[in-house]
């Protein structure tokens, strides 16, 4: 007779214990878990064609103008103003507010002139307008979401921030490369993760967080990077990130993914943004110091996780 399958533990003593593993010491958790817990404000991410304008109207209403050190087109949030502020600009559509974090997958995807980009999971559209900006109508994005409801608050935003011409697909990323293998210059690839910061603000999903959703996930990252990295050109680069802490989703699923891929190879991330090496605990068969782990108590920003990979030419 078979013994019984036993459950997982859930809930916030679960989460807790599990992720206190991850740190080096009892105290760095402790540090990690507050900075989890404090909000972040966005930044409010431009382009360049409307920065006198926005500088014009900032400076009328007495704002600071103060950039982010390692990326001039994101404005900070003025200090001693509330979130829900309408700020100058905003009605105007100048500016996109967005967490700081979410702009490494695309600062480290670099695309430019002439490339043909496939944004994977592509909702709510943040990071494809930042990419359709860096184009600058002098390449073709590809902005894909499974999800229906997704892609029509995509499209609504689109819209209003005049990105129309991104053209918005809905189909399952990890069957692409069946119609349209070798077929991308670069891919991001954003992955839904853990995404551990709402977790822990949110007593619900605290609430029913378990082991196993980690391991699901891990197993769909992993699923999806082998999947899209066919449909990727020879010689193409291709972006893997998420805005998970754990191992099992980043660096764990980089290490399985260039076993797996002997056409891959492991690019160096760019020295001028933010963030660390991957996690020292976790044994890998790659150079950590390839990967950009941001980490919030020691970066001052949410968690984000970076690798890219090129093809080989064959």
């Given amino acids: 007779m078979s013994k019984k399958k036993q459950q997982k533990p859930t809930g916030e003593i679960a989460f807790l214990d599990y992720y206190s593993k991850i740190f080096g010491s009892e105290k760095e958790f402790l540090a990690w878990k507050k900075a989890m817990e404090t909000k972040t404000m966005p930044i409010l991410r431009f382009n360049p064609k409307h920065e006198e304008e926005l500088k014009k109207l900032w400076a009328e209403a007495d704002l600071p103008w103060k950039t982010l050190d390692w990326h001039k087109h994101a404005l900070l949030w003025p200090e001693n103003i509330p979130l829900k ?97 070798d077929y991308f210059d670069k891919i991001l690839v954003d992955t839904p993760c853990s995404s551990e910061k709402h977790i822990l603000n949110d007593k619900k999903e605290l609430k029913k967080w378990s082991e196993n959703r980690v391991k699901t996930l891990a197993k769909r990252q992993k699923n999806l990077l082998n999947s899209v990295w066919r449909a990727l050109k020879p010689g193409g680069e291709l972006v893997y990130s998420t ?53 919030p108590h020691k970066d001052n920003l949410d968690p984000m996780f970076v690798a890219k990979f090129s093809k080989k030419l064959n």
């Fill in 85 to 181: 502020t309408i700020l100058p600009g905003f009605k105007e559509k100048y500016f996109y507010p967005m967490n700081a974090s979410s702009l490494l997958p695309v600062l480290s995807l670099n695309a430019g002139a002439g490339d043909l980009v496939l944004d994977a999971c592509a909702a709510p559209g943040g990071k494809a307008m930042f990419i359709d900006d860096l184009l600058d109508r002098k390449g073709h994005l590809i902005a894909n979401d499974l999800s229906s409801f997704r892609r029509g608050t995509m499209r609504k935003i689109f819209q209003d921030y005049d990105k129309e011409h991104i053209e918005v697909w809905g189909q399952k990323a990890e069957t692409l490369f069946y119609k349209y293998p």
């Fill in 243 to 295: 805005c998970a802490v754990t191992p099992e989703e980043n660096e764990q699923v980089v290490d399985s993914f260039l076993k797996n891929n002997p056409n891959a190879i492991l690019l160096p991330q760019n020295e001028n943004i933010p963030g660390g090496n991957g996690l020292k605990q976790t044994e890998t068969s790659f150079e950590k110091s390839k990967v950009k782990r941001v980490q």
